[in-house]
């Protein structure tokens, strides 16, 4: 079993960029998919980014793509997404996700591993 636990949230203003941070422990970090979900207040959590185990292949919803970056680094058994030309509709909690398949994986359902969170809000 993995422990996920996440960092590099803040306050910034629009047009600002942030990186978070997700440490993993525990389990082979190299053998899971990884990701990152979100929750606005008063919305649906939502797929954000994912990557596969290898690094080489990714997957965006389309509000982000050309502005955050999902990456990993399997040595450090962190993954890190780069979020910048932030809006304020960006503004949630941000959730680092494992999943059992090597592939990219867009379905909430399908991770299995959640960290607690870390905190993002951009004003305007």
């Known amino acids: 079993q993995v422990q996920l636990v996440e960092s590099g949230g803040g306050l910034v203003q629009a047009g600002d960029s942030l990186r978070l941070s997700c440490a993993a422990s525990?389990?082979?970090?190299?053998?899971?998919?990884m990701g990152w979900l979100r929750e606005a207040p008063g919305k649906e959590r939502e797929f954000v980014a994912s990557?596969?185990?290898?690094?080489?292949?990714?997957s965006y919803v389309d509000s982000v793509k050309g502005r955050f970056t999902i990456s990993r680094d399997n040595a450090k058994k962190t993954t890190y997404l780069e979020m910048n030309d932030l809006k304020p509709e960006d503004t949630a909690v941000y959730y680092c996700?494992?999943?059992?398949?090597?592939?990219?994986?867009?379905?909430?359902?399908?991770?299995?591993?959640w960290g607690q969170g870390t905190q993002v809000t951009v004003s305007s």
């Open positions: 996700v494992a999943s059992q398949r090597p592939t990219t994986v867009n379905f909430i359902h399908d991770f299995t591993y």
């Open positions: 990557i596969d185990i290898y690094g080489e292949k990714t």
């Open positions: 525990g389990g082979t970090f190299s053998l899971y998919g």
